[in-house]
């Protein structure tokens, strides 16, 4: 009953958070989200910071943003702005998210533009690629499940990186032969542990 | 100017599609982005497209911004701009109206295949993108060594600021590079 009510008042509040509000909290969010990790940012200043949403209700957007195409943080935000002022909240929310890293990016490749004949440029931009390769790598392999009755799905991960990354087929036909096998894999096992 | 529409509608056509297969984020495209920047539109030689990525790895926010240099460095800020919305409007669309359903399917047998299915796609498209980007680059000891140094620091500290990891690696890539001239 508690609950309800403290659910009531926060729909309520909800109500009165205007546009405005919502495209500047996004904004901040997307400039100060570094590495990558946009919903881990998101949920530190829209659910612990502001109490926009709840809990309950960050996990499953963060459920649906995974099983979604897209990046995480966009889907997430997507549905963090429709739960507070719909359509609207949902355009204004990604807008302001991702204009200030779309300035910024752009404004950094325009001034390296101008020193890219410097050989130093390259070497620095080599030191930070093949660092953030790692992270790609990292952030790949921390996603591999692991287990011997995952070997399937391991099987699944190696087919997927050699033939888009080593034998350089395109994504969409791989992912489309791919993404329903896997998924039908994952149904079988859950039938066969019942 | 009819090039340039041209151009505009090349980048939706490339990135408008990879929207709705960007499965597990926009790390998942990196290879596919690769792909047809440098192999087939030739928008960018191996050497700018290495440069581009290392870029959109040292900006804030989501990591897909690669999309928008590509973009930026075909047509300016109109291609910018055309390859973003080309890359994240498909899939915020389609958030948008099954979010609603989602709640519905929660705790289902479907759902939970759906989720553990994609899992591996996700971690093979991811991991072909460190692939491609490596195969991008100049080559060379010094970047496979960082490469490997840095996925093995970031798996065993998972907490360490990745961009400190740049900065660092960069720094060391300079100061070697001006030694050696």
């Known amino acids: ?194 | 100017m009819p090039g340039d529409w041209r151009a505009l509608l090349a980048l939706v056509l490339v990135f408008g599609p990879l929207s709705l297969f960007s499965i597990g984020g926009g790390a998942s495209l990196l290879a596919e982005i690769e792909h047809q920047a440098v192999g087939v539109h030739h928008w960018t030689s191996p050497r700018e497209f290495a440069d581009l990525f290392a870029i959109s790895r040292a900006a804030p926010g989501p990591g897909t911004m690669l999309s928008a240099l590509i973009g930026w460095k075909v047509a300016g800020w109109p291609g910018a701009l055309t390859a973003s919305v080309a890359l994240y409007l498909p899939s915020s669309l389609l958030v948008f109206v099954t979010a609603r359903l989602w709640g519905r399917w929660r705790g289902s047998a479907w759902h939970a295949a759906v989720e553990n299915g994609l899992a591996p796609v996700a971690a093979g498209l991811v991991l072909a993108g460190g692939i491609a980007v490596l195969r991008a680059m100049p080559g060379g000891p010094a970047i496979w060594i960082t490469a490997v140094v840095a996925t093995v620091l970031l798996m065993r500290w998972p907490q360490l600021n990745p961009l400190a990891l740049f900065a660092v690696s960069g720094l060391l890539f300079g100061v070697f590079a001006a030694l050696g001239h």
Not at chain 1, 41 to 61: E, K, N, P
Not at chain 1, 97 to 114: D, E, K, T, Y
């Open chain 1, 1 to 194: 009953m508690a609950e309800g009510g403290r659910r009531d008042r926060e729909g309520a509040g909800k109500a009165q958070i205007s546009l405005a509000a919502i495209a500047i909290a996004f904004f901040w969010l997307g400039v100060t989200s570094f590495g990558g990790g946009t919903a881990a940012w998101l949920y530190r200043a829209m659910v612990q910071r502001r109490h926009w949403i709840d809990d309950q209700a960050y996990l499953s957007g963060v459920a649906l943003s995974r099983v979604m195409p897209g990046s995480g943080g966009v889907n997430l935000t997507v549905q963090v702005g429709q739960q507070l002022r719909g359509g609207a909240g949902a355009v204004v929310a990604v807008v302001g998210l991702l204009s200030g890293p779309l300035v910024i990016v752009i404004a950094l490749a325009a001034a390296f533009a101008r020193i890219a004949g410097s050989a130093l440029a390259h070497a620095v931009l080599d030191g930070v690629a093949a660092a953030a390769i790692g992270l790609t790598f990292a952030t790949g392999l921390v996603l591999v499940p692991r287990g011997a009755s995952q070997f399937g799905q391991i099987a699944i991960v190696a087919v997927t990186a050699l033939t888009v990354g080593g034998l350089r087929w395109p994504l969409l036909p791989v992912v489309s032969c791919l993404a329903p096998l896997s998924i039908g894999l994952a149904l079988l096992q859950q039938r066969w542990r019942r």
